[in-house]
């Protein structure tokens, strides 16, 4: 596999102040733990966390789909910053359990949420879905599409999942997390990003859709399907240069990052990233031991919580990472915004009131 592109370009001059200034988290109520597992699989709780660090993962309920845990999200995006949907003129949802091929999930999400009339598209990247969904929302906004995008990232992965197949049905769970991205005061947003996929990798990763069949004319099984050696060493090679590259990309190193969000797979990707960073894992924010891999929703999930229970405040350095499918990876460094700390008085106090 070639290396991802972009480690050894030169420094570049910042992106227009362009953040997050409102998120929503959703996740259902259904809590299948490891010992749930033990009831149909040839596992144990112990053998499950000693190896990906899950204790607990959730369940969509049989009627629930990835727009649902979209919608879901946004309202809690809502219930605490009532104004967040006024002025959106865009919808981008990541995600690789979309309800349909099309109509798209975010023009499913956009519907219910009275969003009707707003730009409304996937972005299919796997687990890499949040980060290149992130890049996509910028660049509309610092090129003039969009004034203010609404950004989603959901998953039913339980649906795509063969829930008899040991390898993999440990490992994915189902959530949704929502994002209002629009210009914030200088100095702060999005700084760099660095996006790549490489389709040589693709049999150790996919979830089958229309072809039977990939381009190599590998079959392809009805599940998802995870080659878990061939993903952990990509995964580990490409999280530490593309979140180098990315560092690079916006002119810092890794003692200028605050908290490290990277994509929620297994802790023992997380640790080996660590390793290569050179980042202690009290600046990095985990929390699969209790929703598991939800793909495109995992970095979401763990900003929301880290920014609800105070680690992430305003003006700290956060480097996001992920990888997935593709095989693809995406990094991207952000000043953090913190939307309750720059709001009007009024409105900060009502936000803050609701989020607590």
Same mark, same amino acid.
């Given at each position: 596999m070639p290396q991802p592109e972009g480690s050894a370009l030169p420094f570049r001059p910042a992106l227009p102040a362009i953040g997050i200034t409102a998120l929503g988290v959703y996740a259902p109520e259904k809590v299948v733990t490891n010992a749930d597992f033990e009831q149909h699989l040839d596992t144990s709780d112990e053998w499950i966390f000693s190896r990906t660090g899950i204790r607990e993962r959730? *369940?969509?309920?049989?009627?629930?789909?990835?727009?649902?845990?979209?919608?879901?999200?946004?309202?809690?995006?809502?219930?605490r910053f009532p104004h967040a949907l006024e002025g959106v003129d865009a919808v981008v949802c990541a995600t690789g359990s979309p309800d349909a091929l099309f109509p798209s999930t975010a023009a499913l999400i956009a519907g219910q949420v009275g969003l009707r009339g707003a730009a409304a598209f996937d972005v299919s990247?796997?687990?890499?879905?949040?980060?290149?969904?992130?890049s996509v929302a910028q660049g509309l906004v610092a090129g003039g599409s969009a004034k203010k995008v609404l950004l989603v990232g959901a998953e039913t992965m339980s649906k795509i999942v063969d829930q008899t197949d040991r390898g993999t049905a440990i490992l994915f769970g189902d959530g949704g997390g929502a994002m209002i991205i629009e210009a914030v005061p200088s100095?702060?947003? *999005?700084?760099?990003f660095v996006l790549g996929a490489d389709s040589a990798g693709a049999e150790s990763l996919y979830v089958r859709c229309v072809a039977h069949q990939l381009p190599s004319g590998a079959a392809m099984q009805p599940y998802l399907a995870m080659n878990g050696r061939e993903?952990?060493?990509?995964?580990?090679r490409v999280m530490g240069e593309s979140g180098h590259a990315a560092m690079q990309k916006a002119g810092l190193s890794v003692k200028d990052v605050d908290w490290l969000i990277p994509h929620q797979a297994n802790i023992r990707i997380i640790e080996s990233a660590c390793q290569r960073f050179g980042l202690s894992l009290d600046k990095t924010v985990v929390n699969l031991d209790?929703?598991?891999?939800?793909?495109?929703?995992?970095?979401?999930?763990?900003?929301?919580?880290?920014y609800d229970d105070g680690r992430i405040q305003d003006g700290q350095q956060l480097l996001m990472i992920a990888f997935g499918g593709g095989l693809s990876w995406g990094a991207t460094t952000l000043k953090w915004y913190d939307p309750l700390k720059h709001a009007g008085t009024a409105q900060a106090d009502q936000a803050l009131e609701l989020q607590v």
């Open positions: 959730r *369940f969509a309920a049989e009627n629930e789909y990835t727009s649902h845990m979209g919608v879901r999200a946004v309202q809690d995006l809502v219930r990247a796997a687990c890499s879905g949040f980060v290149y969904a992130c100095g702060y947003g *999005f700084e760099s993903v952990f060493k990509f995964a580990v209790r929703y598991g891999n939800t793909s495109a929703a995992t970095i979401p999930l763990a900003l929301a919580e880290a």
